[in-house]
């Protein structure tokens, strides 16, 4: 179970924990990535990040800063930007829109890297998100990457929260392959 807080300003302890997994100087979609910060710590790590949001005013905070790509997109309303793309590592923090799961996983490369956390069903008693449309099952990230992927690390439950109080979390990090097949 989770113990660590979780600070929305600063790179999530568990990306940072995982993100060194990635193949080194790999491609790298940060989905849904606000403002950045995870963006920032992967380009900073020596990896090439296409960042990507709806919030243009977020994705201009990353102006100039080196190994960022930005790409304006609607995720949920508008075509999947990334059909034709394969990436090293993909990393989602703190976003769920069910319907783009297939698309995700299918631009995660061989032995590729997705490291994910967001809200999960109990997050409501503590505030946003309440809707349960974005808020995970119990054992759903697990349930959704099948056969495909080797688990790395997957936890759920509470964490403290920094200002904002406790929240409910489930994460997980995962290689695409099978373990037998993937580089050490």
């Given at each position: 179970m989770?113990t660590?807080?979780f600070?929305?300003?600063?790179?999530?302890p568990?990306?940072?924990?995982?993100?060194?997994?990635i193949?080194a100087?790999?491609?790298?979609?940060?989905?849904?990535?606000?403002?950045?910060?995870?963006?920032?710590?992967?380009?900073g790590?020596g990896?090439r990040?296409?960042?990507?949001?709806r919030?243009a005013d977020a994705?201009?905070?990353?102006?100039?800063?080196a190994?960022?790509?930005t790409?304006c997109?609607?995720?949920?309303?508008?075509p999947?930007?990334y059909y034709?793309n394969?990436?090293?590592?993909i990393?989602?923090?703190?976003?769920l829109?069910r319907?783009l799961?297939p698309?995700?996983?299918n631009?995660l490369g061989e032995?590729?890297?997705?490291?994910?956390?967001?809200f999960m069903?109990?997050?409501q008693?503590y505030?946003?998100?309440s809707?349960p449309a974005?808020l995970?099952r119990?054992g759903?990230?697990?349930e959704?990457?099948?056969?495909r992927?080797?688990?790395?690390a997957f936890?759920?439950?509470e964490?403290?929260?920094a200002?904002?109080?406790?929240?409910?979390?489930?994460r997980?990090?995962v290689?695409?392959?099978r373990p037998?097949?993937l580089?050490?």
């Amino acid at each position: 179970m989770p113990t660590e807080s979780f600070c929305p300003a600063a790179p999530s302890p568990w990306i940072v924990r995982f993100a060194p997994l990635i193949p080194a100087g790999g491609a790298v979609l940060d989905l849904a990535c606000g403002a950045g910060r995870h963006a920032r710590l992967l380009a900073g790590m020596g990896y090439r990040v296409e960042a990507v949001d709806r919030d243009a005013d977020a994705l201009a905070t990353l102006a100039g800063v080196a190994n960022v790509t930005t790409r304006c997109a609607d995720l949920e309303n508008g075509p999947w930007p990334y059909y034709a793309n394969v990436f090293d590592g993909i990393v989602i923090s703190r976003y769920l829109w069910r319907p783009l799961f297939p698309q995700i996983f299918n631009c995660l490369g061989e032995g590729g890297v997705l490291i994910y956390e967001t809200f999960m069903e109990g997050q409501q008693l503590y505030g946003k998100p309440s809707n349960p449309a974005f808020l995970l099952r119990p054992g759903e990230l697990l349930e959704l990457v099948g056969k495909r992927f080797t688990v790395v690390a997957f936890e759920q439950g509470e964490i403290a929260g920094a200002e904002s109080g406790p929240q409910v979390i489930q994460r997980i990090c995962v290689r695409r392959g099978r373990p037998d097949k993937l580089p050490v």
